[in-house]
């Protein structure tokens, strides 16, 4: 007797499903990781397939227009000047239809002796090599901005992204010049074959209290006839689904509606249906087409009820007369946005004519795409069933027609047909042992950094820009030191490419990689990435992990992939960090190396107070090896003598902070503590906290610094509101806006005479400054060990803390702490001032999220966010906060520039 299970019939039912389920799972191309590089560099794509529109010499000929390689005389260089006029163009074959994303330029170095390169090129291109479209950007922009100089290597992300086998990239310039240029292109193979759509225009929908929506093709690179859309594509193909709510889009200053094309059923007449055509590069079997549609039916929304395709073999054919129609399962209790799978039967087609029909006042596609057979699996691989086994789909469930009672035996097919299914089988259980195994991993580290949803913020208040500049601090080619030699002066793009799929393949590129931490960093984010960073970091030599601010030995169990970094990467560019937090919990300045290991005992200035007549009163925060108390010091006025920087408390006990080292610390503890000391000496100035006196002939070591009566400045301000004549009637503790501009301008004081010093605090913020009854305010560094301020911190396995919602996107990448990164964190102090410290910054992301933000302020797309203008901040004040979270350090002011902008508004 035969099991039924072995039943050849149910086999190749169940073997079917799970083909078109895989296809089903796989949806529209991601244009965010679509990044591949197409081949210029590595010369996959060969040199007949490079041509261009002139050509100064021989040797300056479209073949060596490589990025990254110096063969000929260095790159492609159009024959004589260009002129603003002119049309010079450098053409590529791709060889297919590729889906492109990004484009990468350098202009010609030659090993030092050539200057030559475009500031700014447009795109043309075609994907039959006949009819050519000028590329243009979301905004209408046709020109994108390339290199400064030789020798950086500029990339530019492609919004929209263009699908095509031909490009075309033409300099532009505005002076008569001669420009020379490097290429290469990304993206990845665009396997579907569609190469265009018709569709009826898009409509506008209003409607009483609701936004303006248009819901047109604003990207459509066809052409537009008789309220029509024909020979091209545009938003239907870009990879961008739109969002639930139709009104909100994912794209940055776009009109509501713009990631749809909709039509209104009343429009069109009395068909009651949309007809589109699809075009497709040669003929396919098709298995099925998915069409992201909104459903949201509270405003007249909803999935289309039905849907009947046409199917024609050859173009110059007639239209096949039997149609294959698909009945959509309709959701009232959903409003979500969803694909519907519908199946095409496997009928061979080069181009498909599909009606859908209207389930309500309108229907909205953001994206559509094809499964072919010959794509997935290859036709002869699966005999077709007969009309009676056919499998259906619907939206909402898979059922198939049962198998027949009786059937004629036919062993040759069966065995192949079982090996198919465990080869399935085997594979479905490799990849539940991978999660499992991540599950793992990531149960190991206390938080794991996860990727901001574009639902979780659809709100991106950021300029938008699509260029990344690339390149190493600002030294000046020297003879001899060209790119090819030891000393590098452009830092190459690693966007990933196929190799680093393969594990191994990615820990032999890793030492490849660490010659830029920038270019590592550009990976963060991509959940592939990082899972092999992850698992490969800490495999390969010379790789360290950056977990709290100082270098260590790589351990998967304490770092997580944003803090591996190679031993030859960039080291901090203006401070050799110590490290991040102090033996007593409290964050420790970073200075020079050289300054502190010179500094000997004589340089304490501070002299030795008698341990009794410290009196505590409360513990304020505790580090690893040391507290934070808060004490009264008696008779320290006179101890200090004339010049105390203290105020007159005629004879009162002072409020004083002691550090204190406790008794099992370790003497590595002991000398970073002394170190501390000795840095503490040395600053003086009315708006830093000062270095009083100290207990260090015995145990426990001890250093008391300055305290002021009304605690720190986010306490004061969260307990106040802003004067007003309410608050003057009820007696409730205020602020004037006086008051906090003269706050500002004493914390900008306070750093830049820190930053005189070349000292970074690395922890700028409220809860670091302190105030007396004079609203005096001097910056304070033991905001890190308060237990009330622990959720300002992220904790790295409960060890390492980093304020990082006061970070600079490169401290957190890069592990980079300098005096731009203290004015990253004075914009952020500014904005608590300004809300009065009623909010955390970024409240409404998490630690993660706001993790994965500096990663948008590395890629630089437009994407990042920003904080929002506090309602009490003046308009040209919360400027000057957005000049300090410029994503370029050069371009942040400094201190001193900070404080004479501020003087002015405390005068007024």
Same mark, same amino acid.
């Given at each position: 007797m035969r099991c039924s299970c072995c039943d050849r019939r149910t086999i190749m039912h169940l073997f079917l499903l799970l083909i078109l389920h895989a296809?089903?799972?796989?949806?529209?191309?991601?244009?965010?990781?679509?990044?591949?590089?197409?081949?210029?560099?590595?010369?996959?794509?060969?040199?007949?397939?490079?041509?261009? /529109?002139?050509?100064?010499?021989?040797?300056?000929?479209?073949?060596?227009?490589?990025?990254?390689?110096?063969?000929?005389?260095?790159?492609? &260089?159009?024959?004589?000047?260009?002129?603003?006029?002119?049309?010079q163009y450098l053409q590529v074959d791709l060889g297919r239809l590729t889906f492109l994303t990004v484009v990468g330029t350098q202009g010609r170095y030659a090993r030092n002796s050539g200057n030559e390169y475009a500031r700014a090129y447009r795109l043309n291109y075609s994907r039959d090599a006949v009819l050519w479209t000028s590329w243009k950007n979301r905004a209408g922009n046709p020109v994108m901005e390339a290199n400064k100089n030789a020798y950086d290597y500029v990339i530019n992300d492609v919004h929209p992204p263009i699908i095509a086998r031909y490009v075309r990239v033409i300099p532009v310039t505005r002076v008569s010049t001669t420009v020379c240029m490097r290429l290469e292109l990304y993206g990845c193979s665009w396997d579907e074959g569609l190469v265009s759509y018709g569709a009826p225009e898009g409509q506008q929908l209003q409607r009483p209290?609701?936004?303006?929506?248009?819901?047109?093709?604003?990207?459509?690179?066809?052409?537009?006839?008789?309220?029509?859309?024909?020979?091209?594509?545009?938003?239907?193909?870009?990879?961008?689904?739109?969002?639930?709510?139709?009104?909100?889009?994912?794209?940055?200053?776009?009109?509501?509606?713009?990631?749809?094309?909709?039509?209104?059923?009343?429009?069109?007449?009395?068909?009651?249906?949309?007809?589109?055509?699809?075009?497709?590069?040669?003929?396919?079997?098709?298995?099925?087409?998915?069409?992201?549609?909104?459903?949201?039916?509270?405003?007249?929304?909803?999935?289309?009820?039905?849907?009947? &395709?046409?199917?024609?073999?050859?173009?110059?054919?007639?239209?096949?007369?039997?149609?294959?129609?698909?009945?959509?399962?309709?959701?009232?209790?959903?409003?979500?946005?969803?694909?519907?799978?519908?199946?095409?039967?496997?009928?061979?087609?080069q181009s498909l004519r599909c009606r859908f029909y209207f389930a309500d006042v309108w229907m909205m596609f953001s994206e559509v795409s094809f499964q072919s057979e010959d794509a997935v699996l290859p036709t002869a691989v699966l005999p077709s069933l007969p009309p009676d086994e056919e499998t259906t789909l619907t939206t909402s469930s898979i059922t198939t027609a049962s198998p027949a009672t009786s059937e004629s035996p036919d062993t040759g097919n069966t065995p192949v047909l079982i090996g198919c299914l465990v080869t399935i089988i085997l594979l479905l259980v490799i990849i539940i042992f991978l999660i499992l195994w991540c599950q793992c991993v990531c149960k190991v580290l206390e938080k794991a950094p996860r990727r901001i949803l574009d639902e979780d913020v659809t709100v991106r208040l950021s300029s938008c820009s699509d260029t990344i500049i690339l390149q190493t601090p600002p030294v000046p080619p020297r003879a001899g030191h060209g790119p090819n030699n030891a000393g590098p002066h452009y830092e190459r793009v690693f966007l990933l490419d196929p190799q680093y799929q393969n594990p191994a393949v990615l820990r032999n590129k890793l030492p490849e990689l660490s010659q830029s931490a920038e270019a590592s960093a550009l990976l963060l984010g991509n959940p592939l990435y990082d899972l092999l960073l992850l698992t490969s970091c800490h495999m390969a030599s010379g790789w360290l992990c950056a977990c709290g601010g100082g270098y260590a030995e790589p351990d998967v169990t304490q770092c997580t992939p944003h803090q591996c970094f190679h031993s030859n990467a960039p080291h901090y560019a203006e401070t050799d960090i110590v490290r991040l937090q102090g033996v007593t919990g409290s964050n420790m300045y970073a200075v020079p190396a050289v300054t502190v290991d010179s500094l000997t005992r004589k340089d304490i200035s501070a002299a030795e107070f008698p341990r009794h007549q410290l009196i505590f009163r409360e513990k304020l925060g505790e580090g690893q090896f040391g507290e934070v108390h808060l004490c009264e010091a008696e008779g320290?006025?006179?101890?200090?003598?004339?010049? /105390?920087?203290?105020?007159?408390?005629?004879?009162?006990?002072?409020? =004083?902070?002691?550090?204190?080292?406790?008794?099992?610390?370790? /003497?590595?503890?002991?000398?970073?503590?002394?170190?501390?000391?000795?840095?503490?000496?040395?600053?003086?100035?009315?708006?830093?906290?000062?270095?009083?006196?100290?207990?260090?002939?015995?145990?426990?070591?001890?250093? =008391?610094?300055?305290?002021?009566?009304?605690?720190?400045?986010?306490?004061?301000?969260?307990?106040?509101?802003?004067? /007003?004549?309410?608050?003057?009637?009820?007696?409730?503790?205020?602020?004037?806006?006086?008051?906090?501009?003269?706050?500002?301008?004493?914390?900008?004081?306070?750093?830049?005479?820190?930053?005189?010093?070349?000292?970074?605090?690395?922890?700028?913020?409220?809860?670091? &400054?302190?105030?007396?009854?004079?609203?005096?305010?001097k910056i304070a560094d033991f905001g890190m060990s308060r237990n009330l301020y622990s959720s300002d911190y992220y904790r790295i396995q409960g060890r390492a803390v980093l304020p990082i919602r006061w970070m600079a996107w490169e401290s957190i990448l890069l592990g980079k702490f300098t005096t731009a990164s203290d004015v990253w964190a004075f914009g952020v102090t500014l904005w608590e001032i300004f809300t009065l410290c009623k909010e955390q910054p970024y409240s409404l992301l998490s630690d993660e999220q706001v993790i994965e933000n500096t990663g948008e302020f590395f890629r630089n797309q437009g994407r990042q966010i920003f904080l929002y203008a506090p309602p009490l901040c003046p308009p040209s004040l919360f400027e000057l906060m957005m000049r300090c979270w410029r994503r370029n350090i050069p371009d942040r002011p400094t201190f001193e520039g900070l404080y004479q902008a501020l003087k002015p508004h405390v005068n007024q």
């Amino acid at each position: 007797m035969r099991c039924s299970c072995c039943d050849r019939r149910t086999i190749m039912h169940l073997f079917l499903l799970l083909i078109l389920h895989a296809t089903a799972a796989v949806g529209q191309i991601d244009p965010t990781h679509c990044r591949y590089a197409l081949g210029m560099e590595d010369k996959r794509i060969r040199d007949e397939a490079v041509s261009a /529109s002139s050509q100064w010499y021989q040797s300056t000929g479209p073949q060596f227009a490589r990025v990254n390689r110096e063969e000929g005389d260095g790159a492609w &260089c159009p024959k004589g000047q260009l002129e603003p006029s002119d049309t010079q163009y450098l053409q590529v074959d791709l060889g297919r239809l590729t889906f492109l994303t990004v484009v990468g330029t350098q202009g010609r170095y030659a090993r030092n002796s050539g200057n030559e390169y475009a500031r700014a090129y447009r795109l043309n291109y075609s994907r039959d090599a006949v009819l050519w479209t000028s590329w243009k950007n979301r905004a209408g922009n046709p020109v994108m901005e390339a290199n400064k100089n030789a020798y950086d290597y500029v990339i530019n992300d492609v919004h929209p992204p263009i699908i095509a086998r031909y490009v075309r990239v033409i300099p532009v310039t505005r002076v008569s010049t001669t420009v020379c240029m490097r290429l290469e292109l990304y993206g990845c193979s665009w396997d579907e074959g569609l190469v265009s759509y018709g569709a009826p225009e898009g409509q506008q929908l209003q409607r009483p209290g609701l936004p303006l929506a248009s819901f047109n093709d604003s990207t459509y690179d066809g052409v537009r006839d008789r309220r029509r859309l024909w020979g091209g594509l545009g938003q239907l193909t870009d990879g961008v689904i739109g969002l639930d709510n139709f009104l909100q889009t994912r794209q940055y200053n776009t009109w509501p509606g713009y990631d749809y094309l909709g039509w209104r059923n009343d429009s069109l007449g009395t068909q009651g249906h949309v007809e589109m055509e699809f075009v497709f590069d040669r003929q396919r079997n098709f298995t099925s087409m998915k069409v992201h549609s909104n459903n949201m039916f509270s405003l007249g929304v909803k999935i289309f009820s039905s849907v009947s &395709c046409w199917f024609k073999p050859r173009l110059v054919a007639t239209w096949d007369p039997e149609p294959v129609t698909f009945v959509t399962v309709l959701d009232d209790r959903n409003p979500s946005a969803r694909y519907v799978t519908v199946p095409l039967s496997r009928r061979a087609a080069q181009s498909l004519r599909c009606r859908f029909y209207f389930a309500d006042v309108w229907m909205m596609f953001s994206e559509v795409s094809f499964q072919s057979e010959d794509a997935v699996l290859p036709t002869a691989v699966l005999p077709s069933l007969p009309p009676d086994e056919e499998t259906t789909l619907t939206t909402s469930s898979i059922t198939t027609a049962s198998p027949a009672t009786s059937e004629s035996p036919d062993t040759g097919n069966t065995p192949v047909l079982i090996g198919c299914l465990v080869t399935i089988i085997l594979l479905l259980v490799i990849i539940i042992f991978l999660i499992l195994w991540c599950q793992c991993v990531c149960k190991v580290l206390e938080k794991a950094p996860r990727r901001i949803l574009d639902e979780d913020v659809t709100v991106r208040l950021s300029s938008c820009s699509d260029t990344i500049i690339l390149q190493t601090p600002p030294v000046p080619p020297r003879a001899g030191h060209g790119p090819n030699n030891a000393g590098p002066h452009y830092e190459r793009v690693f966007l990933l490419d196929p190799q680093y799929q393969n594990p191994a393949v990615l820990r032999n590129k890793l030492p490849e990689l660490s010659q830029s931490a920038e270019a590592s960093a550009l990976l963060l984010g991509n959940p592939l990435y990082d899972l092999l960073l992850l698992t490969s970091c800490h495999m390969a030599s010379g790789w360290l992990c950056a977990c709290g601010g100082g270098y260590a030995e790589p351990d998967v169990t304490q770092c997580t992939p944003h803090q591996c970094f190679h031993s030859n990467a960039p080291h901090y560019a203006e401070t050799d960090i110590v490290r991040l937090q102090g033996v007593t919990g409290s964050n420790m300045y970073a200075v020079p190396a050289v300054t502190v290991d010179s500094l000997t005992r004589k340089d304490i200035s501070a002299a030795e107070f008698p341990r009794h007549q410290l009196i505590f009163r409360e513990k304020l925060g505790e580090g690893q090896f040391g507290e934070v108390h808060l004490c009264e010091a008696e008779g320290l006025q006179e101890f200090l003598g004339e010049g /105390s920087p203290l105020p007159d408390r005629d004879g009162y006990s002072v409020l =004083v902070a002691v550090k204190q080292l406790r008794a099992d610390a370790t /003497s590595q503890a002991r000398n970073d503590f002394m170190k501390e000391i000795k840095i503490m000496s040395r600053l003086n100035d009315s708006n830093i906290i000062r270095l009083l006196c100290v207990c260090v002939t015995s145990d426990p070591l001890c250093m =008391v610094t300055e305290y002021m009566e009304n605690g720190d400045l986010n306490m004061f301000l969260s307990q106040r509101e802003i004067e /007003s004549t309410l608050t003057h009637a009820n007696n409730i503790p205020s602020v004037s806006l006086s008051d906090l501009l003269h706050m500002s301008v004493q914390i900008a004081s306070g750093m830049k005479y820190l930053a005189s010093l070349n000292f970074v605090h690395r922890d700028l913020a409220t809860r670091n &400054c302190l105030l007396d009854r004079r609203l005096t305010i001097k910056i304070a560094d033991f905001g890190m060990s308060r237990n009330l301020y622990s959720s300002d911190y992220y904790r790295i396995q409960g060890r390492a803390v980093l304020p990082i919602r006061w970070m600079a996107w490169e401290s957190i990448l890069l592990g980079k702490f300098t005096t731009a990164s203290d004015v990253w964190a004075f914009g952020v102090t500014l904005w608590e001032i300004f809300t009065l410290c009623k909010e955390q910054p970024y409240s409404l992301l998490s630690d993660e999220q706001v993790i994965e933000n500096t990663g948008e302020f590395f890629r630089n797309q437009g994407r990042q966010i920003f904080l929002y203008a506090p309602p009490l901040c003046p308009p040209s004040l919360f400027e000057l906060m957005m000049r300090c979270w410029r994503r370029n350090i050069p371009d942040r002011p400094t201190f001193e520039g900070l404080y004479q902008a501020l003087k002015p508004h405390v005068n007024q």
